[in-house]
């Protein structure tokens, strides 16, 4: 009761600074670096007393170390919920749409283990092969993640130390290196051909050729904190994140939602996606809300894939 009221109250002096916006230029050291990036502050940014961010640099340090928007998908495994699924597979030119799914679920976890069981489910085109499994590499990872029918007992909700160092097979490393791009954002991936550090935002390199900024957004009918990095009028090419955006409860600064979009040209593959999250808060834990994916990927002696995909979860 008294963390909903003071939620309230602080809510209440953002909205008091209405319109009194204002733009300045703010230098921040990069953690643990010698570099300065200069941060645009449109509105007035308040730092609660008490709380680990008290400046803009602290949340740049807990942008760099943060792992509960990746946890937050994790999470979806150990808890009871019903989805909403959406995927479309699109012609090469991403003209028509060639295979499809619609579907219903629920989630189940209980005594330690957790399965899903498919409500409904409506198919068109050549959606699945002849043996039952998605028939393109896209959909085959929205399955593993999103739509897994396996059931699992006994794995522990703990994020490992060396989950940004993909480990196994060959196509199990590709399989993390692609979950890591696209559920720990702006984070230095180990492994990835021809990027090196390129997806590592805040590396000091790499934060040269962004221009960061903070305001204050209305974010899903309440007030939020944006963050958002963009490139630098000419740097597009050096970058992998064109478009990356972090909303942020200005109350304890837990992440609300992320926008983030991803292209990069390496001539033996090249990618252009958009992904967009909203998270919320329930059984204690960060969980994800809704994802949209719109993207296409083309890999050297694989076809190109243009594929969208959607889910709602409702917990």
């Known amino acids: ?156 909700n703990v994020l490992s130390r060396d989950y940004l160092q993909p480990s196994g097979t060959a196509m199990e490393k590709h399989k993390a290196q692609l979950k890591l791009m696209m559920f720990s954002p702006g984070t230095r991936i180990r492994g990835i051909p021809f990027i090196g550090n390129k997806a590592s935002i805040f590396d000091p390199d790499i934060a040269r050729d962004y221009d960061f900024s903070m305001r204050v957004e209305e974010k899903n009918g309440v007030q939020a904190y944006l963050f958002e990095a963009v490139p630098k009028p000419g740097k597009e090419g050096n970058v992998v994140y064109r478009v990356f955006k972090t909303w942020f409860d200005p109350y304890d600064f837990h992440i609300l939602a992320r926008d983030y979009h991803l292209k990069y040209n390496a001539r033996v593959y090249d990618f252009d996606v958009k992904i967009r999250v909203e998270l919320t808060e329930k059984h204690d834990m960060l969980l994800v809300r809704t994802i949209y994916f719109n993207g296409n990927w083309r890999v050297i002696g694989q076809g190109r894939e243009r594929v969208m995909f959607s889910s709602r979860f409702y917990h």
């Not at 670096?33 to 803009?56: E, N």
């Not at 198919?123 to 399955?143: E, V, W």
């Open 1 to 156: 009761m008294k963390k909903a009221l003071n939620r309230t109250l602080w809510t209440i002096l953002l909205l008091l600074q209405g319109a009194a916006a204002f733009s300045q230029v703010e230098k921040v050291l990069l953690p643990g670096d010698s570099v300065y990036v200069d941060v645009a502050t449109l509105d007035t940014i308040y730092f609660r007393p008490g709380q680990g961010v008290q400046s803009v640099a602290d949340l740049i340090a807990l942008l760099q170390r943060d792992t509960t928007f990746y946890k937050s998908f994790r999470n979806l495994r150990f808890v009871t919920y019903n989805a909403e699924h959406q995927v479309k597979v699109y012609d090469k030119k991403g003209q028509s749409v060639v295979a499809s799914m619609e579907a219903e679920s629920k989630h189940i976890y209980r005594d330690r283990c957790y399965w899903m069981n498919v409500l409904e489910e409506n198919i068109s085109g050549r959606y699945y092969d002849k043996k039952g499994h998605p028939d393109y590499y896209t959909t085959a990872l929205y399955h593993d993640i999103f739509y897994n029918k396996e059931k699992v007992c006994g794995e522990e």
